[in-house]
């Protein structure tokens, strides 16, 4: 399977885990000129910008060790141009969700909170 299809299928297992969670989705794959976050979520009044993270059971690093701090820096700026544009006013918190997969199928979601 192709990395883009990957992710895409780590991406929907990440958003169908955090409506579980009580999430309420707000955008996914939002753009700007610095970068693109996957998900942007909401629960008890924070914005979660959500970096998702998917690799095939049996890797030799965690999905979060790919998120260096140039990535987060990216994912950082991409965040102030989405609380500027829509002049959010919640707290925010940058997460990332490790999604492992067997295929297609899901092995095991980690969500890591305040993750950078």
């Given at each position: 399977m192709?990395?883009?299809?990957l ?13 579980g969670?009580?999430y ?12 693109e ?10 914005v979660?910008?959500?970096e ?13 060790a ?8 990216n ?22 969700i490790?999604v492992l997969v067997?295929?297609?199928?899901l ?10």
């Amino acid at each position: 399977m192709n990395s883009s299809l990957l992710g895409a299928f780590g991406e929907q297992y990440a958003a169908r885990f955090l409506r579980g969670e009580g999430y309420e989705i707000w955008s996914a794959n939002y753009k700007t000129d610095t970068g693109e976050i996957d998900i942007i979520a909401q629960k008890d009044n924070i914005v979660c910008f959500v970096e998702v993270k998917t690799r095939q059971v049996g890797g030799m690093l965690p999905p979060a060790a790919a998120v260096d701090i140039k990535k987060q820096e990216n994912i950082k700026s991409s965040a102030a141009s989405y609380i500027n544009k829509f002049k959010i006013k919640n707290k925010v918190r940058y997460d990332i969700i490790e999604v492992l997969v067997n295929g297609t199928v899901l092995s095991e979601i980690n969500h890591i909170k305040n993750a950078f």
